[in-house]
T-cell receptor, first 117, second 111 residues
Framework: GAVVSQHPSRVICKSGTSVKIECRSLDFQATTMFWYRQFPKQSLMLMATSNEGSKATYEQGVEKDKFLINHASLTLSTLTVTSAHPEDSSFYIC?????????????FGPGTRLTVL | AQRVTQPEKLLSVFKGAPVELKCNYSYSGSPELFWYVQYSRQRLQLLLRHISRESIKGFTADLNKGETSFHLKKPFAQEEDSAMYYCALKLYGGATNKLIFGTGTLLAVQP
């Protein structure tokens, strides 16, 4: 249980276009999802926290107009990279929080590799 | 400022040797710390959390508040332990809590 999926796993787009990445919790409801960015051989950098039915909370330095996050349901959050540029090329990872009876834990998706040409 | 530091980018050991992956943190509140592991071509997954005081796959980690450390240890490394290991700190506050990660240590266990 507690599986998180992402789609697509890999996307290549032209500079100036927008790309949408989906994150789904497959067998549990997630009121909170997180979006991370990972550069090659570097750590995960938290971009934003997405709460179902409300606006996302962005980390300092992350442009909210550039990275649009929508958390319309308890099982789906989307990240849209608008007007993508080559410097947006990265590995984007989502995570969903599972609220168990005695603990809560973040489960991670497999990531989406974005390449902007 | 809240921070997680993993000083080693790469740790290479021989099979059967002891392993210690270092993690230090900076946090003004009561820390809640985790170790996550990422095997080759797989997603990030939780290895252990300090609250549980558990041993997973032979790994243990003890929170030392005096030294602000949460080092990951295993007495005898196995080749299948080769992976990227991330130390993470849970931050509380605002509308929700969140995890911040260290830069990771690549553990390479040689045969």
């Amino acid at each position: 249980g507690a599986v998180v999926s992402q789609h697509p796993s890999r996307v290549i787009c032209k500079s100036g276009t927008s790309v949408k990445i989906e994150c789904r919790s497959l067998d549990f409801q997630a009121t909170t999802m997180f979006w991370y960015r990972q550069f090659p051989k570097q750590s995960l950098m938290l971009m934003a926290t997405s709460n179902e039915g409300s606006k996302a909370t962005y980390e300092q330095g992350v442009e909210k107009d550039k990275f649009l996050i929508n958390h319309a349901s308890l099982t789906l959050s989307t990240l849209t990279v608008t007007s993508a540029h080559p410097e947006d090329s990265s590995f984007y990872i989502c995570s969903a929080r599972y609220l168990g009876r005695s603990y809560n834990e973040q489960f991670f998706g497999p990531g989406t590799r974005l390449t902007v040409l | 400022a809240q921070r997680v530091t993993q000083p080693e980018k790469l740790l290479s050991v021989f099979k059967g040797a002891p392993v210690e992956l270092k993690c230090n943190y900076s946090y003004s509140g009561s820390p809640e710390l985790f170790w996550y592991v990422q095997y080759s071509r797989q997603r990030l997954q939780l290895l252990l959390r300090h609250i549980s005081r558990e041993s997973i796959k032979g790994f243990t980690a003890d929170l030392n508040k005096g030294e602000t450390s949460f080092h990951l240890k295993k007495p005898f490394a196995q080749e299948e332990d080769s992976a990227m290991y991330y130390c993470a700190l849970k931050l509380y506050g605002g509308a929700t809590n969140k995890l911040i990660f260290g830069t990771g240590t690549l553990l390479a266990v040689q045969p």
